[in-house]
């Protein structure tokens, strides 16, 4: 029988992950698969178990001062109806799943599960999102980006608990979210993208380009961005080739069951060529 706590506090929940280094439950839709033994048999955690789904810290999420804040623990289905929330990151939670999942799962256990395909990963990094991490001692913010360090991994530390992701509401004037997978429902990413830019004057003045399930953490590069902003949007096609060949060396994706790696690249690299050639949206 596994030991499991239903705090009714943030602090009360980050006294007991700081004394029991227990595993954070969220939505449970991945740590249910992960502790799975078999059909009819109870999940085999090894070891205690700390319910946060339903706390009302991390269960808020808001618009203050062009800024949006998405607590860890709101459901994928109240993201999608919140009138503030970017069309890109709402066509990413609409396509996790199916409705069953989108009803427990979290940005919070998508983000810290950091599987290199989770799907909320691409839009949150071209939002620039910060993530807020706290414990006891106090908390820190991190850009999302500087979270994960590989598959499963990322800087979380073991006292702490992931509360909440805020980002600054975009304004672009083109935007772009493709998730490649086998099915339209309960599939996940073969190659996920999601993409901002902004046309001005007949330049372009800013681009954001991040690529899902390509590489062990998501792909996004300022460098590669900053080659293409400031150039005419006539010029875009002649830089494309250079471009794309970087980016090429940034996409290392795997061959596993769900796709090979030659697919994957190929489709990576086509997904980036459309977006920077398409018109306004
Ligand atoms: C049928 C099915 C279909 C799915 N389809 C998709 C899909 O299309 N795209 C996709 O990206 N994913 C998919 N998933 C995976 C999963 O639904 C998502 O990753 C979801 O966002 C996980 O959220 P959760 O709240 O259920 O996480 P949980 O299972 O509760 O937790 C996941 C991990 O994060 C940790 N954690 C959770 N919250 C916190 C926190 N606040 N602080 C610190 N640690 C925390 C947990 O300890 C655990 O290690 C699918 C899963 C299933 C079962």
Redesign the pocket.
Known sequence: MVKSYRPRTLEEALKIRSETRC????????????YRRGAGLAAGFDQPVLF??QLAE?TQIYEKNGELTIG??VP?REIIHQRHTPEILRQACE????P??QN??????????A?P????LPPLSVLDANLTLQSLSGERNVSILSFFTGPGKTI?RDD????AIHFRLPHFTVEGYR?V?TRKA????KVSFAAFMLKEKEMLADIRIALGAVAPTVVRSRELENRLIGQPLTDLAKLLPEILESYGKLILPITDQRSDANYRKTIALRLIENFVLKEES
Not at 104 to 113: R, S
Not at 117 to 120: I, L, P, R, S, Y
């Open positions: 595993i954070p439950y969220a939505g449970g839709t991945d740590l249910m698969v992960r946060i789904g991390l860890a623990c994928y396509l996790i799943g199916a069953a999942v427990l799962g979290t940005p919070g256990g998508n983000i810290c599960n599987s395909a989770g799907d909320t979380l702490e608990l992931l509360t998730k997978g309960n599939a996940l990413s």
